[in-house]
């Protein structure tokens, strides 16, 4: 792992003893930049320069300055989570293994890298599993499939299509991103494939390189729209509307018109594959303009196809991994539109707290019922009742783990708090546990994940589009949304012309090129506010002082994308969101930031 922002200051800290609170003042002015930002490692360097706070705490302890100068270096050696590595000889001979702990027998550890493993002719396999795969696991078995029945779904199911089409990707495998959110909003699905083309048109090389946005054109007109010149390349990019957005078919180009050797093209997968970037890629530039030399193509050709294929050193997706996701992608919606309580059990059982409420408001609004919580309950996780009613069990409770709930489900159920005392082993269902249960007695799902905290939102943004309808919204429509603060993206117009090659000489440097992308969420959903130059600098300090807070927007939907351009903004802390709530449904336990 690497020294993240915050660690780096968290370490640091630790190292000097410098207090903690000093450490929280340059965290709450933190600038935060996404992976592909030319400045995402010098981020301490930047909040310095700009916030006086945080300049003054590392002028009080000028020792944190460490904290700079190593953000970005290798911070400790991990274990993948599940790779296996597989030698043509035995291991001991080419690598030194290790075990993590004397009193474990977890399998050796080779103490290389996945590059040092490669050099060896090592194979590396990773075995990883998705959480996507146990929810739907849970949904079959309360449905009654088999895995022989999954398969057997068909790919041609309206009904799935028209949920992609809706833009109903709550729980809908790698259908939750930003970016892949705001480029299937623009595509009308009619097949698998299409699903499998999001899941690559939504990555770097092909955004980058401008093949998303014609793709996505291409589909809509049916219109085949060359990116690179068309003769040669039309074979190999037919079923993609002319557009490059998988690495095989980088490869063939490679391959096929550079006349480039297997080596070069195998080395060129894994710079798209490992995001090594494009100065990567043009370290074979001599071998493709000498192979295109014998093809006989033009100067100008040769340069166009290389100057687009480079761009996506920066990460693209192979066909077979993008079409493996578009099926568990299509497996999920046709769960969600045809057994939706299931699909909401089977979230609610693996989700963890903090996304559980967005879950649970979504079926509300769709008219599914939820039980309260009773000491009757025969489960200990969430299930189907006899009335086919969501139910919460005993472990959906906050502040209950395994080993309560199993303790309270052998002896369920019960008759009271007084039942539950006789029966259970007080040492795992002691006083704290008790007042638990007590108090949700009678609690429907709402009051469990304090979900009517979101009214102080209503009561503050009084005519606010949820994030969930506006990011059904066409480009141009204006709304007004609100929601909490998650993230603030400072960006800078020059450094981004530059990063491209483009010309910034005649940008003036004093003028105002900063911008922020903030990420909001409210109870439905998530989408990005753009703050223009002069929006954020008359509104600086109050945005960087809204990190977990709230924030009012109005202005319109950004076309192509789950953005809204702000016009306006309006700012309240959590305190002043919750004060706005009646007395009798104001959390007992406030937030951390409130406090």
């Given amino acids: ?71 970005g270096g290798y911070r400790s050696v991990g274990r993948h989570a599940a790779g296996i590595v597989v030698s043509p000889e035995p291991i001991a001979r080419v690598a030194a293994t290790y075990k993590q702990s004397e009193e474990t027998d977890a399998d050796s550890i080779l103490s290389f890298d996945w590059r040092d ?78 699903i499998a083309d999001v899941n690559a048109l939504s990555r770097p090389g092909p955004l980058h390189a401008g093949a998303t946005e014609l793709y996505i054109r291409g589909a809509k007109d049916g219109v085949f729209t060359p990116i690179l010149p068309q003769l040669v390349v039309k074979p190999i990019l037919d079923q993609t509307y002319g557009q490059i957005i998988y690495q095989e078919q980088v490869m063939r180009i490679l391959r096929e018109v550079g006349g480039m050797s297997w080596d070069d ?84 059982r693996k989700e963890p707290d903090d996304n559980v409420g967005r879950f649970i408001s979504e079926a509300l609004r769709r008219g599914i019922e939820f039980a309260p919580f009773s000491l009757q309950c025969t489960s200990d996780t969430w299930y189907l009742d006899e009335q086919g009613r969501i139910a919460p069990g005993f472990g959906a409770l906050k502040g209950i783990g395994e080993k309560v709930s199993a303790e309270l489900l052998r002896h369920a159920p019960f008759e009271s708090i007084e039942d539950v ?54 480009g141009g429509t204006k709304a007004l949304i609100a929601g909490k603060v998650t993230r603030i993206n400072k960006k800078n117009r020059i450094e981004e012309h530059r990063t491209k090659g483009k010309d910034v000489s005649k940008m003036d440097p004093g003028d105002a090129h900063d911008y922020v992308i903030l990420i909001v969420e409210d109870e439905t959903d998530s989408c990005m506010v753009y703050v223009d130059p002069k929006l954020y600098a008359a509104n600086h300090a109050h945005i960087w002082a809204s990190k977990d807070n709230y924030v ?27 004060d706005l709530l009646p007395q009798d449904i104001r959390p007992t336990i406030l937030p951390a930031e409130v406090a």
């Avoid at 490669?118 to 088999?146: F, H, P, S």
């Avoid at 294929?309 to 568990?328: E, P, Q, T």
């Avoid at 638990?436 to 102080?456: C, H, M, P, S, T």
């Avoid at 953005?563 to 919750?578: D, E, G, N, P, V």
């Fill in 1 to 71: 792992s690497r020294f993240q922002s915050k660690n780096t200051l968290d370490d640091a800290a630790r190292s000097y003893r410098v207090p903690l609170t000093y450490i929280d003042v340059v965290k709450r002015h933190l600038v935060e930049r996404s992976s592909g930002d030319q400045r995402a490692e010098l981020t301490i360097q930047d909040t310095l320069e700009e916030f006086p706070e945080a300049r003054e705490v590392f002028d009080r302890y000028p020792q944190l300055m460490i904290a700079a100068g190593v953000q």
């Fill in 117 to 194: 493993a490669a050099y060896l002719n090592l194979m590396k396999i990773d075995a990883l599993g998705l959480k996507e795969l146990g929810i739907l696991r849970i949904i079959c078995e309360q449905v009654g499939l088999t895995l022989d029945d999954l398969y057997a779904i068909p790919f041609d199911d309206p009904k799935v299509f028209d949920g992609f089409n809706r833009g109903d990707y709550l729980g809908i495998f790698q259908f939750g991103g930003l970016a892949t959110k705001g480029v299937a909003s623009r595509i009308h699905f009619t097949s698998l494939e299409q």
């Fill in 265 to 348: 093209v195998c080395d060129i997968r894994q710079i798209m594959g490992k995001s090594k970037g494009s100065d990567a890629f043009n370290n074979y530039w001599p071998s493709w303009s000498s192979g295109v030399a014998e093809t006989g193509l033009s100067d100008a050709d040769a340069k166009q196809i290389w100057e687009t294929i480079r761009l996506f050193g920066k990460h693209s997706f192979n066909k077979s991994h993008s079409v493996a996701y578009g099926i568990i992608a299509y497996w999920s919606m046709w769960m969600k539109v045809h057994h939706p309580k299931e699909f909401y059990i089977g979230y609610l």
């Fill in 421 to 474: 005392t006789k029966k259970c082993v007080k040492r795992l269902v002691n006083v704290k546990v008790q007042k638990i249960l007590q108090e949700n007695i009678g609690a429907d799902a709402v009051k469990l994940f304090n979900l009517d905290r979101w009214l102080g939102l209503d009561m503050w943004a009084k005519d606010r589009t949820t994030i969930a309808e506006f990011n059904g919204f066409n």
């Fill in 552 to 578: 009012a927007a109005t202005g319109s939907r950004a076309p192509g994308v789950q953005l809204l351009s702000a016009r306006t903004l309006s700012f309240a802390s959590t305190k002043a969101i919750i």
